[in-house]
């Protein structure tokens, strides 16, 4: 089992030093203790980043900022890098003072400067490379031209990368359709290495008429159009199981907390969301048995644009109560989105302050909601030493995605292979 070649592209130590004449006023919303400025990166092809810039006070040269931040960075595959590496890659980074926020589809950010940088990514996949370290004037214009008389803003910058491997998987179909999961390798190579088996409870529904039906039919009629209305109100007891090629169970995804509404809505609610339990076996068969590695909660966040909620814990030797938070975020529930589980990330927003490891850890692809959806999981070969972590992290990758479908509105119908009320019992 071979991982396919990444680099991982990191721009960091991010730090703006501005001259007092063009220092930006303050802007409305912002908190005095940070920045009103911040930075977009682009590089060909891919999605541009933004980070903020904290101010910096340091005159000298070469000296470090007191405070910095750092941008996502830059994932680049293999036909990414036989692409870039064709030609110099250049790094555009644009510094406005303002706010990020739009209104009504306009920026009210101004623009202080420009500056690009030149990267050879030619020897990237063999070794670490740092292409610049420190501090570099903006241009205000695309020219290059300043008036000598005005001091330039500079920026401090540091634009490294290293090989970042992984093992790349895709589902063969929707989890909830028991598929085959494939490795993909390079030359887009590819291998079945699982295979999983979904499974919703259905136990606590009555599916066959009362044995007295007929002699009081109106009594049973409407108990249970009740037990009907309420099992319609939460999604509960899905399961999907992660078998190797043998036939073995490795990993499992097992819904501990039903989906139910908040009281009066017909959404899941961030106070009370639905979760998952990841599950490894511990010397035995049944999944009774087994020990737990993650915790999934996700929910449907309110707001401008739906949203869908998550927080992943790893399970310590404590229980599941006491878990290390290492992914938390939200993604857009019409357009889908990436769940990611990265360490530099976490730390870089202040949420992974116990975190050990370091470095890119998994990605998992996500349908919008109502798409079909073939999870493409991304692992980073540090983290797999066996073909059973490995399944661990197929099992997440399934959960996020039927999380999708688990926080659906519940005033909208489940797909097919979710619903399992055409199973109930149909009124005469």
Not at 281 to 291: E, L, R, T
Request: contains cysteine.
């Amino acid at each position: 089992m071979d991982p396919c070649p990444f680099v991982r592209l990191m721009v960091d130590s991010l730090a703006l030093n501005l001259p007092s004449a063009t220092k930006p006023p303050p802007v409305s919303g912002v908190h005095p203790s940070s920045t009103p400025c911040f930075c977009q990166i682009r590089i060909t092809n891919f999605p541009s980043q933004t980070a903020l810039l904290p101010l910096s006070s340091s005159s000298s040269g070469d000296a470090n900022p007191e405070a910095a931040t750092s941008a996502p960075g830059f994932h680049l595959d293999s036909a990414a890098l036989r692409r870039l590496s064709a030609k110099p890659l250049t790094l555009r980074l644009a510094v406005y003072s303002g706010s990020t926020a739009r209104a009504c589809g306009i920026s009210s950010a101004k623009l202080l400067g420009r500056l690009n940088l030149t990267l050879d990514l030619s020897a990237a996949l063999s070794r670490p490379n740092t292409f610049h370290s420190g501090w570099l004037n903006l241009r205000k214009n695309r020219t290059g031209f300043e008036p000598e008389h005005k001091p330039a803003p500079r920026v401090h910058i540091v634009v490294r990368s290293e090989p970042d491997p992984r093992f790349v998987f895709q589902f063969g179909g929707e989890p909830e359709c028991s598929p085959v999961v494939f490795q993909i390798q390079e030359n887009n190579i590819r291998q079945p290495v699982f295979s999983c088996k979904f499974s919703a409870d259905r136990n606590s529904r009555s599916r066959c008429l009362p044995s007295d039906f007929a002699n009081n039919p109106s009594r049973w009629r409407r108990t249970l159009k009740g037990i009907r209305e309420r099992h319609g109100r939460e999604r509960k007891g899905w399961m999907i199981m992660i078998h190797d090629l043998s036939g073995s169970p490795v990993a499992a995804a097992s819904m501990i907390t039903p989906f139910v509404p908040s009281p009066g809505s017909d959404r899941v609610s961030r106070s009370n969301p639905g979760a998952w339990l990841i599950l490894r076996p511990n010397n035995g068969a049944s999944v009774s048995s087994w020990k737990p590695w993650g915790r999934l909660e996700a929910w449907r966040e309110r707001g401008p644009v739906d949203g869908l909620g998550y927080k992943f814990e790893l399970v310590t030797e404590n229980g599941p109560a006491n878990g290390i938070p290492i992914a938390e975020a939200t993604m857009n529930v019409k357009k889908g989105g990436q769940f990611c589980i990265d360490y530099k990330v976490m730390r870089d927003s202040g949420l992974g302050s116990r975190l050990k490891g370091k470095g890119f850890v998994m990605g998992s692809t996500v349908e919008g909601e109502g798409k079909v959806s073939k999870p493409v999981v991304q692992v980073g070969a540090q983290h797999v030493t066996c073909m059973a972590d490995a399944a661990l992290f197929i099992a997440l990758s399934a959960a996020i995605d039927l999380s999708m479908d688990a926080c659906k509105l519940f005033s909208h119908k489940l797909r097919k292979e979710l619903c399992h009320e055409e199973q109930q019992v149909s009124f005469p």
